[in-house]
Structure formats: structure tokens, C-alpha cells
């Protein structure tokens, strides 16, 4: 089929509580019925995410994931919510505000979702009054979020009463959304995967960032093993690439299909790593218990579900406020700098906080606690220098442990103040540099006090006693040099 070019390529999410008709909006906006497993058909619940397209112009077309709504299946909702743009909030006027309501509220306030529409769905049954109080409820409850000034609009799915009104509403949305940049590196974490005949092993996601062509090599982690693109498909139709906002299926050659599953990441080659250890920003929610580092929490990033400990740089870190951590989790996951994060915690699950990355790939685990994951790309540029002390930082992770675009990245480097020193391929702090000089300096004094007949200390001995990577050394013995004449 031939290949598709948007404008504009976006994700909307659904959110709310279990039986309020999300699926059945979706279906009446889409004519498609996400609920695709014989349990969900059984029991008329969502239980895993559904997909569906939803064209609101020729410019624009928005990939809609349709998340469970029941308490029990709150982490399948995560492993979609995590990579929407626009969030569909669903209150049934003939209920109101449930308690997954007031979860799922919770969960894209903590991953910063600042479009949304609030849909009411079931209208037709609901007297007019009693509608007018479910939108002061629900008004009353998004007082204070990201989404407060969400737009509300009545539905019906059986009288399609209202549905041209809240199209028009998600178009104004998602054109206030920002143009997303191409030209940053590409990553989709992945939601399902399966095999068709003829094809190979496929896997699906929505694409967080970056383009990624047919016939191009990838990585997959866990694992990082090298992978080849063969074909990407999107709402159907094959595409010549995945792109940012769009819901794809990506065939791969070279991994079986038993070797990947929800919770890997697809990634272009080279740039990314994976971790088990995270520095962020932790806030808890307002009626969170405090946790410790010894309390057993399940940290959700992209559609990755691993257990966590944090660490707080006060130890027990309390609701209400925002904290340094240390984010210890059992298994590797992808992150970049900015990538926020939602904590469950307690028996049964519940939502306890979230937080935002500040450095995806600490040095140590020591690493010096500061609360920058929302600050400048120069700021955490110079965190990471100072905790990195003589092993500098590679200018090939700046994208990842920083948090920059490479276009982003290329500019940082030109206009580099002099507080960093760049040697190489790598970046260090100035106030490392010159503390190997002065180290250098007192080298040569020491063994001109000791040998003064001598006629200087050798080039591999001065090396030595600086104990970092030759190209460092050479650097400081040709600056203490210069500085000498």
C-alpha cells in the first residue's frame, strides 16, 4: 500500500472508571471495538489496551489507546497512559467520579499531561439535573490539576448525542499540543508482540521520539541485541517510517518473538543504554503513606513494570513534597533525562507518586543527590560533570543523560562555558581540571625537592601519579605546561 504523510500524529488516551463507557466512546468516535480479547467480550470490561484511529482532519489523525478502567488491571492502564499526548477523561453521568476516576486523574497529573477533554458519557441517562451536579463534581475534582480548564462535553454512545461537539473539542486540544522534533533520537516502548507467517517477529508501541525507516538497524532491550527493521505498518497501512505520535508495528529481523514482550524498548542504534539505577525527582501523592528505602514499590516507565526501592536524600520521604532520590529497581529499563514515572506501592496496588529523571545513567552508586530533573540542559549537564569527577562524561550520551535533542546537544557544545572543559570525545568539570593541575604541580615540586640534581620527572611517571585516561593527563601536562611560560 503506499506510504502515508501527515502533518500531525498524536496519542490520545482514555482514562476513568471501569464501566463508564470508554470503549463504547471510542467505538462510536472510531467504529472500531478495541476490546479484541474473548474474556473482555465475556465479561464486558476492558482488561488490556485497545488501538483504534480517530481522523479529525486531513492533517490530523489521532492513535487512540482504550485502557482498562478496573482497579485490578491499573497497570495495564499505566503501560498505555505513559506514551499519550492528549488524555480522554470519561465520567459516566449517571455514577460520577469513582474511584478510578480519581486514580486515573492522579496518574496523568504525575505524567504531566496538560491536554485533556473530560467526556460524560450515559447522558441519555441522566436528568438534567443531576448532570448539572456530576459537572460541578467533576469540575470540583480537577480544581488544582494540570487539567482544570479541560473542556467538558455530554455524550452519548447509543444517541451519539454529542460526539460532533467533543471532536471538535479533542481537534482544539491537540492543536495546542507542540510540533514534536524529528530529528531526536528514535524510541518505542513496546506493548505487544507476536509472529505473522511470512513476516517474522512483530512488535508494537507508540513512538515516544525520533524516526526510525524500513531496512534500518535498531536495538532492542532488554538485552541490546541488534536488530533490522523490515516493515512498519501504522493504523494498516504501511509507512516508509515510524514516527513521533504514531501507534506502530514495527517486523524485525533477527529476534524470535519469545525474546521480546511488553515492557522491552525499541531503539535506534548506538546512544542509548539501559539501567538499574536512576537519579530523580520523588513526589509522593497528598494522601501517600511515607515510604523508606526499605518499602517494596513497583516503578512504571514507558510500559516497563520492575520493583523499586527509593532513596531519599532525607531517608523516608514523605507525601506532599518533591526530593533527590535514588531509584534502585530490579530489573533495567530505558530512561532519559526528563522521563517522568509513576510508583505503586502497598497491598492491594495503589498509586503512591511519580517523579521525573534527572540522570538516567549515574556513575556510582553515590551518585551526589540534586533535585534537577526539571531544571536547564546546562544544569544537569553540570551535575553530571561534578558527580562523574575525573571519568568526565561521553558527549555520545548527552542526548540520554541529559535530556537533549542532538540538535539540542550540538548547540550546547558550541557555546560551552568555562566552567566544562571538552577533551576528545569527552566533557569533565572545570573544577576537576584544575584540580589535576594543581595535583600535577605538586607532583613536580615534590620530585624536584627530592631529586634536585634531576633534570625533571618523566611524561609516564607524572601520568601515573595522576591515575586518569591518557588523553585527561596528556591535557593537564600540556596546560600546566603553557601555564608555566
Not at 460526539?163 to 486540544?173: F, H, P, Q, T
Request: neutral net charge; glycine residues 10%.
Amino acid at each position: 500500500m503506499g506510504t502515508r504523510r501527515l502533518e500531525r500524529d498524536m496519542i490520545l488516551g482514555t482514562a476513568g472508571h471501569v464501566d463508564h463507557g470508554k470503549t463504547a466512546l471510542v467505538k462510536a468516535l472510531t467504529g472500531v471495538d478495541t476490546d479484541r480479547l474473548a474474556e473482555e467480550k465475556r465479561r464486558g470490561i476492558t482488561i488490556d489496551l485497545g488501538f483504534a484511529p480517530l481522523r479529525l482532519a486531513d492533517d490530523l489523525v489521532l492513535g487512540v489507546v482504550d485502557v482498562p478502567g478496573h482497579e485490578a488491571f491499573v497497570r495495564n492502564m499505566l503501560a498505555g497512559a505513559t506514551g499519550i499526548d492528549l488524555a480522554l477523561l470519561v465520567v459516566a453521568a449517571d455514577e460520577g467520579v469513582m474511584p478510578q476516576t480519581r486514580e486515573h486523574l492522579a496518574i496523568l497529573s504525575l505524567l504531566g499531561i496538560r491536554e485533556a477533554v473530560v467526556a460524560l458519557t450515559k447522558a441519555d441517562l441522566a436528568e438534567a439535573e443531576w448532570l448539572d451536579l456530576v459537572r460541578e463534581d467533576v469540575r470540583t475534582l480537577l480544581r488544582g490539576s494540570l487539567i482544570a480548564e479541560a473542556p467538558m462535553v455530554a455524550t452519548s454512545a447509543v444517541t451519539l448525542a454529542g460526539l460532533d461537539k467533543l471532536r471538535d473539542a479533542l481537534s482544539e486540544a491537540a492543536r495546542r499540543l507542540p510540533v514534536r522534533d524529528m530529528g531526536d533520537l528514535f524510541r518505542m516502548p513496546v506493548d505487544r508482540s507476536f509472529t505473522i507467517k511470512g513476516t517474522g517477529t512483530v512488535v508494537t508501541g507508540t513512538v515516544w521520539s525520533g524516526v526510525l525507516e524500513s531496512n534500518a538497524a535498531a536495538t532492542i532491550f532488554p538485552g541490546g541485541r541488534i536488530v533490522r527493521v523490515r516493515r512498519i505498518e501504522c493504523h494498516g497501512e504501511s509507512v516508509a517510517a515510524a514516527r513521533p505520535g504514531l501507534r506502530a508495528a514495527i517486523a524485525l529481523s533477527g529476534l524470535d518473538v519469545h525474546e521480546v514482550g511488553r515492557g522491552a524498548v525499541l531503539v535506534g542504534a548506538g546512544s542509548w543504554s539501559e539501567t538499574r539505577l536512576l537519579v530523580a525527582d520523588v513526589g509522593l501523592l497528598p494522601d501517600a503513606r511515607p515510604i523508606s528505602s526499605r518499602t517494596a514499590l513497583r516503578f512504571h516507565l514507558g510500559t516497563s513494570d520492575v520493583g523499586a526501592r527509593v532513596s531519599a536524600a532525607g531517608g523516608a520521604h514523605a507525601s506532599g513534597q518533591l526530593t533527590a532520590a535514588r531509584v534502585a529497581l530490579s530489573e533495567p529499563v530505558v530512561a532519559r533525562a526528563g522521563d517522568r514515572f509513576v510508583l505503586r506501592g502497598g497491598s492491594p496496588l495503589e498509586t503512591v507518586g511519580g517523579g521525573v529523571v534527572s540522570d538516567p545513567l549515574p556513575q556510582h552508586r553515590r551518585a551526589r543527590l540534586r533535585g534537577d530533573g526539571r531544571t536547564s540542559p546546562l544544569a544537569r549537564l553540570e551535575s553530571a560533570l561534578a558527580d562523574a569527577s575525573n571519568h568526565g562524561v561521553a558527549i555520545s550520551t548527552l542526548p540520554v543523560r541529559i535530556g537533549v535533542t542532538p540538535d539540542e546537544m550540538a548547540a550546547l557544545l558550541t557555546d560551552i562555558p568555562g566552567s566544562i572543559v571538552r577533551i576528545a570525545d569527552r566533557l569533565y568539570a572545570g573544577s576537576v581540571f584544575q584540580s589535576l593541575i594543581v595535583k600535577l604541580v605538586a607532583a613536580v615540586d615534590t620530585y624536584h625537592g627530592r631529586n634536585p640534581l634531576e633534570p625533571g620527572v618523566s611524561l609516564q611517571s607524572i601520568r601515573a601519579q595522576l591515575r586518569v585516561e591518557a588523553p585527561l593527563a596528556d591535557a593537564v601536562i600540556r596546560r600546566a605546561a603553557s601555564d608555566s611560560t
